[in-house]
């Protein structure tokens, strides 16, 4: 069994950054990561890293976002950089095997609000 805190969320100006963090607890080798769901869209995937630090962005925020990885602190954090209106949402921490967020041995945070005001 695995559980996921986050923190970091919260309002911020279009421009500004803010850091996500997400301590999980549990033992196992998961693939982390962070998918967004803004009001009235669907899911997406973010960012995911796996247990040996590759990582993948979707496009929208390659070259903004930064996800790192603490095997031993069993953390993950997302560096948001040149934050953006469309970038508002809650995110939430997933951790998976082989990154299958929507599998029925997924792990989800309790999410945390981001909120990009222009």
């Known amino acids: 069994q695995v559980q996921l805190v986050e923190s970091g969320g919260g309002s911020v100006q279009a421009g500004w950054s803010l850091r996500l963090s997400c301590a999980a607890s549990g033992t196992g080798t998961y693939c982390m990561g962070w998918i967004r769901q803004a009001t009235g869209k669907e899911r997406e995937e973010v960012s995911s890293i796996n247990y040996y630090g590759t990582a993948t962005y979707t496009d929208s925020v390659k070259g903004r976002f930064t996800i790192s990885k603490d095997n031993g602190k069993k953390t993950i954090d997302l560096q948001m950089n040149r934050l953006t209106p469309e970038d508002t949402g809650m995110y939430y921490c997933?951790?998976?095997?082989?990154?299958?967020?929507?599998?029925?041995?997924?792990?989800w945070g309790q999410g945390t609000q981001v909120t990009v005001s222009s």
């Open positions: 997933v951790a998976a095997y082989l990154c299958n967020w929507y599998s029925g041995g997924a792990y």
